[in-house]
């Protein structure tokens, strides 16, 4: 699946939910709880995302020109954040991670039911995935 269709599978669960703030809140950190766990050993300070509030680990790796990522959080709602940008980039290009368009935080109206703090987070972990992205790029690049 593509980004984007990933992303309209996303905006289409949440508009399911109606804008109930309570509901939503709940089904984030549901999706939080499908996330596969993600190995002590990979819980080190190298691997916090810097920014944000909660506690967030992420690790990349690549295969087959793929990147996959693990992520875990210490808050229920953070984790559930992150497994939704997990979601999207697991199995998409380096390129394809660097130019993604992301758009279903607007359409599923996610400012309203995390605050600033968690924004900032969440920009913090997008970034974290793109710098990822960016250095699988420039490793395959130099491999060939």
Not at 16 to 25: A, F, S, Y
Not at 42 to 60: A, F, H, I, P, Y
């Amino acid at each position: 699946m593509t980004v984007d269709q990933i992303q309209e599978e996303i905006i289409n669960e949440f508009s399911l939910l109606d804008g109930d703030m309570e509901m939503t809140v709940f089904y984030i950190m549901e999706l939080g709880q499908k996330l596969p766990e993600m190995p002590e050993s990979e819980k080190t300070e190298d691997n916090v995302v810097k920014g944000c509030q909660s506690k967030v680990w992420l690790t990349g790796k690549i295969e087959d020109n793929k990147v996959y990522f693990a992520a875990d959080s210490n808050t229920a709602i953070t984790k559930g954040l992150v497994s939704l940008l997990v979601r999207i980039f697991n199995g998409q290009t380096p390129d394809t991670i660097l130019h993604a368009d992301l758009y279903f935080m607007n359409k599923i109206g996610m400012e309203r039911f995390i605050g600033t703090q968690r924004s900032n987070g969440f920009a913090a972990m997008i970034k974290q995935m793109k710098l990822y992205a960016l250095a699988f790029k420039t490793k395959l690049e130099v491999k060939s």
